[in-house]
């Protein structure tokens, strides 16, 4: 399967634990994106990394989130210290490269990490 | 903040009638993509439009980008079970840095 692997598929988590999603772009891609998902609801932008680089975070939260996309290895979401109110899908995309702007390039998504905190 | 609002929100037909969903903002953007996202998956791309007026099918699907570049339909005819899904519209460019998602439309096709 050459497509977005995200995992865990599920993951559940106590308030106050730390939760670490992942995501293996497709192959020859070296953007990733991050999205959340609420139910009923669009997609809501989080993170831009290339390759060992952060390019946007406005998404973010400025506090408890956190991501990056090492040299070698998938990229990581790291959620800490979850609150009820992070329970959500969290999405990861994978593009690649265009000269002009790579937000226009389409989007590869995975299936998603679907976090519950208790 | 850019802003895309689809409409409807929620949209239910039978098998065999024709819609129109629509993705709307006040922001230009230099593409606009959809996608359809099924239950428990991520979003699949469908179609990218990038010049003002174009118009793209894709089978029974009919794609247009308005002339000022600031809106996007989807026009579905004679509808299948198997379009049921969620429809997201997607803008990126000109006014926006990043690629910004739509609302949503949710359509159940009822056989």
């Known amino acids: 399967n050459a497509g977005v692997m995200q995992n865990p598929r599920h993951l559940v988590r106590r308030r106050g634990q730390e939760a670490r999603l992942r995501c293996s772009p497709m192959?020859?891609?070296?953007?990733v994106y991050w999205y959340r998902q609420l139910p009923e609801e669009g997609l809501k932008f989080m993170v831009y990394l290339q390759k060992e680089n952060i390019i946007d975070e406005s998404g973010m939260p400025k506090e408890r989130f956190s991501a990056e996309f090492p040299k070698e290895g998938p990229s990581i979401l790291r959620i800490q210290q979850v609150v009820r109110g992070d329970s959500a899908a969290y999405f990861c995309?994978?593009?690649?490269?265009?000269?002009?702007?790579?937000?226009?390039?389409?989007?590869?998504f995975g299936n998603g990490t679907r976090l519950t905190v208790t | 903040t850019q802003l895309l609002e689809q409409s409807p929100q929620f949209l239910s037909i039978q098998e065999g009638e024709n819609l129109t969903v629509y993705c709307n903002s006040s922001?230009?953007?230099?593409?606009l993509q959809w996608y359809r996202q099924e239950p428990g998956e991520g979003p699949v791309l469908l179609v990218t439009?990038?010049?003002?007026?174009e118009v793209k099918k894709l089978k029974r699907l009919t794609f247009q980008f308005g002339d000022a570049r600031k809106d996007s339909s989807l026009h579905i005819t004679a509808a299948q079970p198997g379009d049921t899904g969620l429809y997201l519209c997607?803008?990126?460019?000109?006014?926006?840095?990043?690629?910004?998602f739509g609302t949503g439309t949710r359509l159940q096709v009822f056989p």
């Open positions: 192959k020859g891609h070296s953007h």
């Open positions: 997607a803008g990126g460019g000109q006014d926006t840095d990043k690629l910004i």
């Open positions: 439009v990038v010049t003002g007026g």
């Open positions: 922001s230009v953007f230099s593409s």
């Open positions: 995309a994978s593009s690649a490269l265009r000269a002009e702007n790579p937000y226009n390039s389409p989007l590869h």
